[in-house]
């Protein structure tokens, strides 16, 4: 069972921080089909800016399921050890670094998975932020810069030694971008290297890919991240699975009943103009996953406002309704 600190977490299976996908609604409906822990998208650790409003949608919520984490994403440690004490004001209960983000617009400045690079840098910020505050911090990386210096064990050894109290690792380089498979083997050393929990990550799709993961690592979590977007019940299956039980399979009408619920959270929680923008994605998602065809992803999308989306989400599947199951 993993344990951060004193929080326990009841399911092995971690939501993995997505930026414009793991927002609050998305959150909460994952830690419903059983999450045990869910991640808020990356924060920028300059507070100043916390205060636009796409960092302030991404600020702790007290009602959200415990334990509550923040990723905090920056390169300075004194910034990004405000931020974890910020964070912690907010009702952060744990606090989450981001390096394990290749995007540009965070490794220009050093941030995310380019301060793989730069050990002694790592060392500092992790030794900064934990002693900034009495909430757990953990970490998260990639194996490595790229494939030629694969150095998530050292990473790992100095966040061991630095107070980090779990280590999330993607199973690809920084280079590799989101290429090629993730591969296990370097998540397996770390695991036998060090004694924080490692949690592993990275191309986690289905009940298979979980237990083999599991056992290949001996990871005392998983962490899934794009398999869930348009089935956040993946959850409960892989967690079915590893109990050795039957994962039930929802009908498209509870998935219809499920995007309604999910559509109308991204509304209230953005607001119409920006909801009906952000719930076409994962409506496209959850259309995919019903295999339902292009065109009528294409109509959704000409949508404008709140009711027509509810309007046309049930018409589609739940006047039309069958209770066939979804596709496995
Ligand atoms: C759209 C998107 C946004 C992401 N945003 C973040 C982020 O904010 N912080 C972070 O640490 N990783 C971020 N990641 C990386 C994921 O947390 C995860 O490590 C990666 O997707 C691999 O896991 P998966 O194969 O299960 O998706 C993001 C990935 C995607 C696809």
Redesign the pocket.
């Known amino acids: 069972m993993l344990q951060i600190g004193p929080h326990i977490i009841h399911s092995p299976l971690l939501l993995?921080?997505?930026?414009?996908?793991?927002d609050l609604p998305f959150r909460r409906l994952c830690r419903g089909f059983g999450a045990g822990m869910a991640?808020t998208?990356?924060l920028t650790a300059d507070t100043s800016k916390w205060g636009t409003q796409k960092s302030r949608l991404r600020l702790p919520v007290l009602d959200e399921a415990e334990p509550r984490v923040v990723?905090i994403?920056g390169a300075q440690p004194h910034q990004l050890a405000e931020a974890a004490q910020r964070s912690a004001d907010l009702g952060a209960q744990i606090v989450?670094i981001?390096?394990?983000?290749p995007?540009k617009k965070v490794c220009k400045r050093a941030a995310?998975s380019a301060l793989l690079r730069e050990e002694a840098l790592v060392a500092e910020i992790l030794k900064t932020v934990v002693a900034a505050v009495d909430i757990p911090v953990t970490l998260?990386i990639?194996t490595g810069w790229d494939l030629q210096s694969r150095n998530a064990l050292t990473i790992a050894r100095l966040a061991e030694d630095a107070g980090i109290q779990a280590l999330?690792i993607?199973g690809?380089t920084r280079a590799c971008l989101?290429n090629g498979e993730?591969e296990y083997d370097t998540i397996a050393e770390v695991v036998a290297g060090v004694d924080i929990p490692v949690i592993a990550?990275?191309?986690?799709?289905s009940p298979e890919r979980a237990k083999a993961v599991l056992a290949h690592t001996g990871a005392a979590a998983l962490?899934?991240?794009?398999?869930?977007q348009g089935q956040p019940w993946l959850f409960r299956q892989i967690n079915a699975c590893l109990n050795n039980e039957t994962p039930p399979i929802p009908t498209r009408r509870e998935v219809a009943e499920l995007m309604l619920e999910h559509v109308t959270a991204m509304h209230g929680h953005y607001g119409e103009g920006m909801g009906v923008r952000i719930a076409r994605k994962h409506v496209a998602w959850y259309l995919q996953k019903l295999q339902i065809e292009r065109a009528c992803r294409r109509a959704f999308n000409q949508l404008l406002d709140a009711q027509q989306q509810l309007e046309f989400i049930s018409e589609l599947l739940i006047t039309n309704n069958n209770n066939q199951e979804v596709a496995a």
């Open positions: 993995a921080p997505m930026a414009g996908v793991a991640v998208e990356m990723q994403a989450d981001n390096m394990g983000c995007a995310g998260k990639r999330t993607h690809r989101f993730a990550n990275g191309d986690i799709d962490m899934i991240g794009r398999a869930a």
